[in-house]
């Protein structure tokens, strides 16, 4: 019998544990680790409660969770709790699962100031993160700024832009609701270092702009390129940037803008013991398509300043870690141990581009452990016995459940759950 753990229950973790299960059978037992009692991770905490179709892959985890050979641990933070060494002598192989949690800073003067955020934060914040419960964003002036040009940006701009209404069937938490309802921003600054033809946004989530019920799109004309420059794209490029054509030519005006700032590079944030605005430099691209400083600068008025410019793995002690994930080749960080995901990878791709990136590890994985050896690991067993002697008390996917009925509950009417945003709120549905 083969014994491994893969350390956090976001997708990358699920789809390596499902790889493995197939691979192996009943010749192994995959623990799925996660600090949390609740799984999924980025599902969870991540994806925009409002897109509640990409949550929807959960329920796929959800019969990985269920077979016989694989079990979900939660509450033991690795690195905290038992270190990566010690799973080591517990388990086969190791697979660090851990996601990218962190935010990438600017790295610009003021970035400190009370006001300013990262997407990590605000998105956690909206999606009942524990760690992000009490971030109380201000949201009582009329100018945000969200700086990056991807996804998360988008999500976080469209989120500080709907109503009320436009909220009816999402699991967004009741705090960032009732927040988000009496928010007094009007004007959504989103700024990209460089232009349409450079964005990291996809067409199904910037279209979603043109339809807002309180909020319009704003694009400058004259920030694109003459439009035959559009034919060599990448066609779903190709297709974003005819959507931010189409926003710049709407005739129509809502009580929210969401204003499209291109060529913009922040220089410094400014302000009298909180944000107030930001600085920012006028770019041009370079030979290499790079932004390049024109040397004008301007201000963009915002009393909360979202960044979303991309996101680092945790260090975990003794792990390789370079350029903000593990470092590894093809998956592969040392003797048994291995990273998967945005932990390997960096941020970047679909939820689904995890797949292939968890079974190719598990391929790795099987072709040196074949199914009928056995390392003499004892797997989770000896992991809860080492726990419980630290006064650890792992939770399971049973308990999961109890913590998921509790929430479904709750839910306010059209919404299809109310999460706990507390650790402790989860171990007391437990009667912990
Ligand atoms: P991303 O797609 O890599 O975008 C990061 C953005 O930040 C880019 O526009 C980048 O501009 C900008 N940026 C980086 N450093 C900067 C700096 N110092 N100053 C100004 N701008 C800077 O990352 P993401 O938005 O965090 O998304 C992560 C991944 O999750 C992506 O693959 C994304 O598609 C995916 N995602 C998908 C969905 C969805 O499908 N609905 C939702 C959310 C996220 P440059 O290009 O100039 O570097």
């Known amino acids: 019998m083969r014994h491994f753990a893969v350390v956090g229950s976001g997708p990358a973790g699920f789809y390596t544990a499902e790889a493995l299960e197939k691979a192996y059978g009943d010749q192994a037992r995959i623990d799925i680790l996660d600090r949390y009692p609740v799984p999924y991770g980025l599902i969870r905490f991540g994806v925009a409660p409002d897109h509640q179709s990409l949550k929807a892959v959960s329920k796929r985890y959800d019969k990985v969770a269920e077979r016989a050979g694989v079990d979900f641990i939660g509450n033991v933070t690795v690195g905290a709790d038992i270190s990566v060494a010690e799973l080591l002598e517990l388990y086969d192989a190791v697979i660090l699962a851990t996601g990218a949690p962190h935010d990438r800073k600017l790295g610009i003067p003021g970035e400190d100031l009370p006001g300013v955020v990262g997407s990590a934060e605000f998105v956690g914040w909206y999606n009942g993160h524990p760690e992000f419960a009490d971030l109380d964003p201000f949201l009582h002036g009329a100018h945000a700024a969200v700086v990056g040009n991807g996804n998360v940006a988008l999500d976080c701009a469209r989120i500080l832009a709907k109503t009320r209404h436009e909220f009816e069937g999402s699991d967004i938490v009741g705090h960032a609701l009732d927040a988000l309802d009496h928010s007094a921003i009007r004007t959504i600054t989103i700024l990209g270092r460089r232009g349409p033809h450079q964005i990291a946004m996809t067409p199904k989530e910037l279209g979603e702009l043109g339809h807002l019920e309180a909020a319009v799109p704003v694009v400058e004309p004259s920030d694109f390129p003459p439009v035959e420059a559009d034919e060599p794209l990448e066609p779903g490029l190709r297709k974003s940037v ?156 049973d308990d999961w459940r109890k913590i998921e009925e509790t929430e479904v509950s709750r839910a306010r009417p059209g919404s299809p759950r109310e999460k706990f945003v507390r650790h402790q709120d989860w171990l007391q549905v437990l009667g912990r």
């Not at 005819?242 to 302000?271: I, S, W």
Request: charged share 30%.
């Open 242 to 397: 005819t959507l931010l054509r189409g926003f710049a030519d709407l005739q129509q005006d809502k009580a929210k803008h969401m204003v499209f700032d291109f060529f913009a590079k922040p220089l410094r944030v400014e302000g009298d013991g909180k944000v107030e605005r930001l600085i920012v430099e006028r770019t041009e691209l370079d030979e290499k398509g790079a932004a390049r400083g024109t040397g004008e600068t301007y201000e963009v008025p915002a009393s909360l300043v979202i960044t979303a410019i991309g996101y680092s793995t945790s260090p975990i002690p003794d792990v390789p870690f370079e350029g903000g994930k593990f470092v590894n080749e093809g998956g592969r960080i040392a003797d048994r141990l291995y990273a998967v995901g945005w932990a390997r990878r960096g941020p970047s791709g679909t939820i689904g581009t995890n797949r292939p990136d968890g079974y190719e590890v598990a391929e790795q994985i099987a072709a040196a452990m074949p199914a009928e050896g056995s390392g003499g690991r004892e797997g989770a067993t000896a992991l809860k016995r080492l726990l419980e002697s630290r006064g650890v008390m792992p939770t399971d996917y």
